[in-house]
């Protein structure tokens, strides 16, 4: 593995499968009575967050403190940067005080990129703009696994608002490497802008048409957030017009059943619920939802394993 994690283009299939099959070890800490290994005991990591978060910051933070590190969380609104500081001159104050690692998110895509490139520490993207997420593509891929055994071979459908995504970049180069059958769904004016290109040199397919997807019985259908909050124009005339055309609602929810009675539903989150996804899909026997924010803290537990403490036991 490289000694930053900023991309899921940093990682060949065998380092994605050596973070997963390290997840599996992770994960049984989960499961034990005292919740804590000594692996990073004397390490410091520090959670730099210019944008909110609840699943990613909580489960760094819960990562790095049950594998013994001293875990320190910093909001963009709790930093110097909100009296003018420049991101250069913050991360280079922080790890001037001997930080070992930095996880990272920020508004700006490249961001991370940029801050690995000032500074000594581990950097680790944890959202950069609408480019990438690679922990969480991590995460669903070993969500997945733990349902279906495997991820290659399998039908993957992505729907929702992909322009604004970083989660469906890293999907997109995570879910190929491992040779799952990935198509993207989405209105035209939330596909971004170059997608057949991309679909063409790297072999995933898309259409406009949710139904045409669901009929395909995918194994998997991943649906994302509406980001309103990146929205600045009309990218749809109503949220009902939206959730008669792309939302996972009753009744699709019954139409991917009948196609597929081992399909999994999953979502990144946060939720729309009644917006792209329906109460009932939500909740449903399918839903991996809540599978993937427990296997965030062992994926990310391992991501710190392998850039922090390396080889050896991780018990």
Not at 34 to 46: A, D, F, N, S
Not at 107 to 135: C, F, K, L, Y
Request: aromatic share 4%; proline share 3%.
């Amino acid at each position: 593995m490289n000694k930053h994690l900023l991309s899921m283009a940093d990682l060949s299939l065998a380092d994605i499968e050596l973070l997963l099959d390290t997840a599996v070890q992770m994960q049984e800490v989960q499961h034990r009575d005292v919740k804590k290994i000594p692996t990073l005991r004397g390490r410091t990591v520090i959670n730099l967050f210019f944008e909110d978060s609840t699943r990613t910051r909580s489960s760094f933070e819960i990562a790095g403190k049950w594998m013994s590190a001293d875990t320190i969380n910093i909001s963009g609104k709790g930093s110097s940067t909100s009296k003018g500081e420049s991101l250069r001159d913050t991360v280079l104050t922080i790890c001037a005080m001997g930080v070992d690692a930095l996880v990272m998110r920020h508004s700006a895509s490249g961001a991370a990129h940029q801050v690995a490139q000032w500074v000594d520490a581990v950097v680790i993207n944890a959202g950069d703009g609408t480019h990438e997420h690679p922990s969480q593509a991590l995460l669903d891929a070993y969500t997945i696994k733990q349902h279906h055994g495997r991820v290659e071979g399998l039908k993957v459908a992505i729907v929702g608002d992909l322009l604004h995504s970083r989660v469906v970049r890293s999907n997109l180069i995570s879910l190929r490497t491992q040779g799952a059958d990935v198509t993207i769904v989405a209105p035209p004016t939330l596909m971004p802008s170059g997608i057949r290109d991309w679909a063409a040199r790297d072999g995933f397919a898309l259409t406009y048409d949710f139904d045409e997807a669901l009929a395909a019985g995918p194994d998997v259908l991943m649906m994302l957030r509406v980001q309103r909050e990146r929205m600045s124009g009309g990218f749809f005339p109503t949220e009902r017009e939206y959730t008669e055309g792309y939302g996972l609602t009753r009744d699709r929810l019954a139409t991917l059943m009948s196609r597929n009675e081992r399909a999994v539903i999953a979502h990144p989150g946060p939720m729309n619920r009644g917006l792209e996804i329906s109460p009932e899909a939500a909740d449903a026997a399918s839903s991996v939802i809540l599978d993937q924010v427990s296997a965030g803290v062992a994926v990310r537990m391992a991501i710190l394993y392998h850039l922090l403490a390396g080889e050896g036991n991780v018990q």
